[in-house]
């Protein structure tokens, strides 16, 4: 291919995947079409994403072949909530349920549209790249969003239906920490230093204006850069850092915390971390506990048997907030062992002998939604899961045998047939 075409795929991707990590932007566009048109909202919305993607993921792709894959795990997701639907009809309104429910799990910019969309494209630079140019044109609308919110002193936010003035805001806190980790990745392959400038200030908005759950993925995932890396020199300079860091809090605390409090109220900013921190709440569960505690002990009672989905929003009202319990409950002794086996693979993987580069690329996924799924998010809808699962399994089909073979990957369209494999090698 030549260096036209290849600008040409990379701008059919980086559109495809900006809108796909954008959904706001996305919504903007389908809006200016929705008013001509008279159609209700969220029928226009679904209608004209739909639309929009399928073309979009059509010419991105633009290939002669699907991968069986990309295409059996959303058709048999499909089959089983469809299943679980007719079997468990005292849940029918959980299936419903607004920003969790079946019409979420399957819209075209959630996770399982994901799982397609990146299976297919096959060339990982263009993927790469195009989250670069994302988190470029993303960062600055979402702090944008941030000083706004800091300047009114209150996220205007819509929770049940009702508008409500929220003290911060769980949702734009975790998408300041995705583009952090983006751009940590980023630093550890150019060390370049503005990219700290950026971290610097993203880390101080999650802070800020977000849920301390979400300061975890840019934490966690320096840690994966340190097992991983192979510059002993940097490794020196990170672990010095943090000693010295760690020695010098342990001594100024309560300063610091005094400080920090000080400056924030002087000028008329609030965190919900840092009142946490002041108060010695930090590490309080928030009933997390007590939902895993209620949904391990019906599950003991019968581990092998899978309860559905959806079992626990009905056991204790929402979902587990661990996926390690959503998995076991929802499908019995199969859940453990897609629990035991993914783990190991996933261990696998780190320590082959694969690029360090594109593990750590695979990490900013896997490091980002796992840190959600223990803790928060479920994930039918983590959309990052999704990603991270369909750029691990890229991985395993063009590195040993762990899964799809490459001659029974695909499925053939037309009569012609193209040899290719994924840049990821």
Known sequence: ??????????????????????????????????????????????????????????????????????LCVPIGILLVYMLNMALYQGRSVLFETPGDGFTTVFA???????????????????????????????????????????????WDQVVDGQRVKGEYNMEVGYILS?????????????????????????????????????????????????????????????????????????????EILSYISRFFLSHNLSSRTLTKLIKGSIGDSNSRVDIWLEILESWINNAFLPKGIYADRELVGMYSHNVIIELCYTFGILGVIMVIWGGWQILKTMRSSYSIDNKLFISIFGCFSLSRLFLSSSFWNERYFWVFLALLITYWENNASFFFHEETAFIKFKNIHVKGRSSIE
């Not at 600008?7 to 995947?17: A, P």
């Not at 950026?198 to 849920?211: D, E, N, P, R």
């Open 1 to 70: 291919m030549d260096s036209k075409s290849n600008k040409k795929m990379f701008n059919r991707v980086f559109l495809l995947l900006f809108l796909w990590f954008n959904p706001t932007i996305c919504n903007i566009i389908i809006r200016l079409f929705t008013f001509p048109l008279r159609l209700s909202g969220a029928f226009a919305s679904g209608i004209y994403q739909s639309i929009l993607f399928a073309y979009l993921a059509g010419w991105a792709i633009k290939k002669k072949r699907i991968k069986v894959d990309s």
């Open 178 to 254: 995705f583009l952090a980790v983006s751009i940590l990745y980023f630093y550890f392959r150019t060390l370049k230093k503005y990219y700290l400038l950026v971290i610097i200030a993203l880390m101080f908005f999650i802070f800020t204006v977000g849920s301390r759950g979400a300061l975890i993925p840019p934490v966690l995932y320096i840690f994966i850069w340190y097992i991983l890396s192979e510059k002993k020199a940097k490794k020196r300079i990170f672990i010095i850092a943090g000693i010295l860091i760690m020695f010098v809090i342990s001594f100024y605390y309560i």
């Open 108 to 154: 075209v910019h959630n996770g399982i549209f994901g799982y397609f969309l990146f299976r297919n494209i096959d060339s990982l630079d263009n993927i790469r790249n195009a989250l670069a140019c994302t988190v470029i044109v993303y960062t600055p609308y979402n702090v944008l969003r941030c000083m706004q919110a800091i300047k009114v002193g209150y």
